[in-house]
Structure formats: C-alpha cells, structure tokens
C-alpha cells in the first residue's frame, strides 16, 4: 500500500516539476519575443522617434546634449521601463539601439515577427540566447518584404518577471 501511495505521490509531483520549469522557460523567451517586437516594429512610433532626434540634427553640443538625453530617458520609460533592466537600458542607449533613428527616413510604415527561433548562444560566458528572426515589413502600398534578422539577446528575472539585460543585434548600417 506504501509502495502504491510513494508511486501516486511521484505521478503527481514529477509532472508538476517539469511543468514549473517549462513555464519559466516559456516566460522567458515570451519576455525576448515581446522586446525583439518592439525592437524591431519602431516604424509605428515613427512619430516620436523623429521629435526626439528632429531637434539636434545640426550639431549636437553641451547646451542641447542634456536635452536629447532627457528626451531619451523619457522614451524609454515609456516604452521599456518594465522590460529592461537597469545595464539592458544603459547598453542599448549606449550602442544607439533604442530609439533607432534609422526608422525616420525608412518607407517602411510596420513590422512583425513572423517566426523566431532561440538556440543557447555558443562560446558565450554569459549565456546569451542567439536569436534569428524573419521580421515581415510592410510599405506604405501594402506591399511587404521578408528579412532575416539575428543577434544575440539574454534576459534575467527581476521582480518575479524576466527583464532584458543584454542585446547585440547585428546590424546592417548599409540599410
């Protein structure tokens, strides 16, 4: 009877283990596609992207640095206060990722994921996931273009949610 009773106790739990990690997981990658579709679809917030960057187009000096700057951090508390972290908002402001100021002069009016797939990054200390991505673009004539896009992206928990800490897409700067 012991032996029946340890053996249902298993049934019950091993499931319930193996659902709890598949759960983080999945909470996980969620957290990457949400930010890798923002990242990518900054064509809808076109708008706001330039009247950040409209301003300093000339040259960019000590009296308007602090502006631009705070435009800046009120953009990403807009958009990213909850999906990155502290170093994650550093490193894309730092690298000029977010806002991506390509999108001003692009025809391209949106952008979806249409398929994504995360492999474990090798030879990466820090275990970064490497995303590749085939992101459909649409113009203002409804016509639509395919690309892959790729790079590298990690996220860690913080209060109780996953939150962005690293991303390094690779960049085509001919675009």
Partial sequence: MKKIATILILLCIVPLLFSCATDEKTTQKDALTNFLSFYYNQYEIKDEVE???????????????????????????????????????????????????????????????RTIDYQVAENQIEGPYHYTAEILYRYPDDTTEAQTHEGLIRAERKDDRYKIDYFQPVIDRSQ
């Fill in 51 to 113: 009247a950040i960057f409209k301003p300093y187009s000339g040259e960019l000096t000590k009296a308007n640095a602090y502006d631009l700057e705070q435009s800046l951090e009120k953009f990403m508390g807009n958009y990213f206060d909850d999906a990155l972290t502290a170093e994650g908002k550093e490193l894309v402001l730092a690298n000029r990722l977010i806002p991506d100021a390509r999108v001003i002069d692009s025809p391209i009016v949106s952008a979806e994921i």
